[in-house]
């Protein structure tokens, strides 16, 4: 089984499938085991329906996860405490898409189209603790910069500008700041292929005009 990483690098993760029904109806068991080599320390933490892990907070402490409360139910993004198994449920939807954890683990961030109701189709995010939820007013490939920052190739839905840019968003406001003018800085991105680096200052994508790596410098 693949497994992840706790960013701390002590503990790891995993799923198991226990059965072949399809993705919403198949059972998932996640484990956590510490890294030493003999992994004696293995625990199962959840049991779950039509779901599986999606990632490690940086607390260690916290898995983000997806499930479904009953086999055909609206999948559920959740919080999972791995010291005593409870779950914190952050978003529910019948296109529930992504999850993404800002750095600081204060944020989480997910997506949801074409669910049949256009006040809740697009991109959100909520507090990992549940206490804070907001819809942005822009739709896109995303990255988290910061732990209140997410970095946005917006979607252009008629490609009347002609080329891709960058804007950040304050998740905590919801504040718009562009980053790139295509009047300026013209440039397409291929099938979203572009990555962000650790400190947030650059941007490399593979370009759509001559297949090669392409790099920016983020204000």
Known sequence: R?????????????????????????????????????????RRVATLT????????PDG??????????????????VLNIADGTLT?????PTLRGGQISPGGAWVAYGVTFSGDPAQDGLWVIRSDGSERRKLDVFGSYRWRTD??????????????GSHRFISVDAATGVITSLTDPALTSFRIAGGDWSLSPDG??????????????????P
């Open 89 to 93: 449920a952050l978003a529910q939807s």
């Open 148 to 161: 209140e920052e997410l970095i946005l190739v917006p979607l252009d839905a008629d490609g009347s500008t």
């Open 61 to 78: 402490a916290r898995l983000l996860v997806t499930f479904r409360e009953s086999a055909g139910a609206d999948p559920v993004l959740a």
């Open 201 to 218: 200052t650059r941007v490399v994508f593979l370009s759509a005009d001559d297949h090669n790596l392409w790099l920016i410098e983020l």
């Open 50 to 57: 039509g779901g599986g892990l999606s990632g490690w907070f």
């Open 2 to 42: 693949a497994i992840s990483f706790s960013p701390d690098g002590s503990q790891i993760a995993w799923q198991v499938n226990f059965s072949s029904f399809n993705f919403d109806r198949r059972t998932v068991e996640v484990w956590v085991a510490g890294t030493s080599p003999d992994a004696n320390d293995a």
